[in-house]
C-alpha cells in the first residue's frame, strides 16, 4: 500500500522560522550524516536567511521542507534546501529544485548539501545536476587514540606570530605537486587561517627540522582537523599519521567528545583515518547545471600512496561552506 502524500503549505522563510529549520536539519544529520554544524542556528541563518527563501508546514504548522536561493562569489546562484526524512520520496524535493530554477530566471544554479540522502543523489542525477565537488565527513569518538611517534630529528611548534611563515611555508610544499593547487590561493592562505572560525592556534602545530626546514603542519578548529600536509622529502615516515594522532590527544585532554575531519571523497587517505579510528559520518557535495556539452568532472585534490601508507598531501579539507 503506497503512503499518502503529504501537502505542504508554502511561506517565506524568516527568523522565526530558524528552530523548525534546525530540527529538520538534526533529523536529516541523524538518518544520514553530514556536516554537524548544518544543526547550528547560525550556519542555517547564513545559508537560509536569503531575500529568497521559503519553508514548507503541514497540515499541523510543523516546518518539514525548506529552501533558499542566494549569491556566491562572482554572482554565481546558490541554492540549498533540507527535507524531512520522514516525507522524503514524495516529490518534495523535486519541487525545490524546480522552484530554484524559476527563482534563478535562468541563470545557472549551484546546489550546496551539507547533507546528502540517497534519495538526494538520485533526484539531483534526475535533475540534470551532476557532483563538481565531494567529501566525506568522519568522526573520531576519542576513546582509543593509537600512539604515533614523532620521528627523531624533529621539533613540533604551535602557530604563533613567529611560526605563521613556517605554516605558510608547510603549506606551500605540501600541496604544490598536489592537482588543483593554485598559487593565488596558497598566498592568500595564511590571512585565511588566522580568520577561520573557532581556530585553535596553540594545538595546530608545524614540524620542522634541525636546518630549519619545515617537514609537516596540522591545523585545528573547534573540533575540527582542518588541514594536515607532509612536505615531498618526509613523506613515507608517518608524520601524517603522527600529527593526526597528536592532534585526536589534543582533543581528548580538552575534554571533548569527538574529533572530525573532512577528505575528498576520491582521496586514498580516507583509510589512513580508518586505521587510526575514524568512522564514515556521511557525505557533502556541491552540484552544478549540466552544461549543454555533458558534464566535466572537477578535479579534486588527491593524495597519493607512499610506502608508509600515508597521505602525501592533503589530510584533511576545510569544512568551511564550498562556495565556488
Known amino acids: 500500500m503506497s503512503r499518502p502524500v503529504t501537502r505542504l503549505e508554502w511561506t517565506p522563510l524568516t527568523e522565526a522560522d530558524l528552530p523548525g529549520v534546525q530540527a529538520v536539519a538534526e533529523a536529516c544529520l541523524e538518518r544520514d550524516g553530514g556536516l554537524p554544524e548544518l544543526a547550528d542556528q547560525d550556519r542555517l541563518r547564513a545559508l537560509f536567511l536569503t531575500d529568497t527563501a521559503i519553508v514548507g508546514r503541514d497540515a499541523?504548522?510543523?516546518?518539514?521542507?525548506?529552501?533558499?536561493?542566494?549569491?556566491?562569489?562572482?554572482?554565481?546562484?546558490?541554492?540549498?534546501?533540507?527535507?524531512?526524512?520522514?516525507?522524503?520520496?514524495?516529490?518534495?524535493?523535486?519541487?525545490?529544485?524546480?522552484?530554484?530554477?524559476?527563482?534563478?530566471?535562468?541563470?545557472?544554479?549551484?546546489?550546496?548539501?551539507?547533507?546528502?540522502?540517497?534519495?538526494?543523489?538520485?533526484?539531483?542525477?534526475?535533475?540534470?545536476?551532476?557532483?563538481?565537488?565531494?567529501?566525506?565527513?568522519?568522526?573520531?569518538?576519542?576513546?582509543?587514540?593509537?600512539?604515533?611517534?614523532?620521528?627523531?630529528?624533529?621539533?613540533?611548534?604551535?602557530?604563533?606570530?613567529?611560526?605563521?611563515?613556517?605554516?605558510?611555508?608547510?603549506y606551500q610544499q605540501s600541496f604544490a605537486d598536489q592537482p588543483g593547487y593554485e598559487e593565488g590561493a596558497a598566498q592568500a592562505w595564511g590571512a585565511w587561517l588566522r580568520q577561520q572560525e573557532g581556530f585553535r592556534p596553540e594545538d595546530s602545530r608545524v614540524l620542522v627540522d634541525t636546518t630549519g626546514h619545515v617537514a609537516g603542519f596540522v591545523t585545528l578548529s573547534d573540533h575540527w582537523i582542518e588541514e594536515v600536509g607532509v612536505v615531498p622529502a618526509w613523506r613515507g615516515h608517518k608524520l601524517g599519521a603522527h600529527l593526526v594522532a597528536r592532534s585526536l590527544t589534543v582533543f581528548a585532554k580538552r575534554g571533548d567528545s569527538a574529533a572530525w575531519l573532512c577528505v575528498g571523497s576520491r582521496n586514498p587517505a580516507r583509510s589512513l583515518y580508518e586505521r587510526l579510528g575514524f568512522r564514515y559520518h556521511g557525505s557533502r557535495g556541491l552540484y552544478d547545471e549540466v552544461p549543454a556539452a555533458g558534464p566535466t568532472p572537477l578535479a579534486l585534490p588527491e593524495s597519493v600512496r607512499q610506502d608508509g601508507g600515508e597521505p602525501a598531501g592533503t589530510a584533511a579539507e576545510p569544512h568551511a561552506t564550498p562556495q565556488d
Open 60 to 170: 499541523l504548522g510543523d516546518i518539514l521542507a525548506a529552501t533558499a536561493l542566494g549569491w556566491g562569489s562572482g554572482g554565481r546562484r546558490i541554492a540549498t534546501g533540507l527535507v524531512h526524512p520522514s516525507v522524503m520520496g514524495q516529490g518534495i524535493g523535486a519541487e525545490l529544485v524546480q522552484w530554484s530554477r524559476e527563482q534563478a530566471a535562468g541563470e545557472p544554479v549551484r546546489v550546496i548539501a551539507e547533507t546528502i540522502s540517497p534519495e538526494a543523489e538520485e533526484l539531483f542525477a534526475q535533475s540534470g545536476l551532476h557532483l563538481v565537488f565531494s567529501e566525506s565527513v568522519m568522526r573520531h569518538s576519542l576513546r582509543h587514540i593509537p600512539v604515533v611517534r614523532l620521528p627523531d630529528g624533529l621539533v613540533s611548534l604551535p602557530f604563533t606570530d613567529d611560526t605563521s611563515a613556517a605554516f605558510h611555508h608547510a
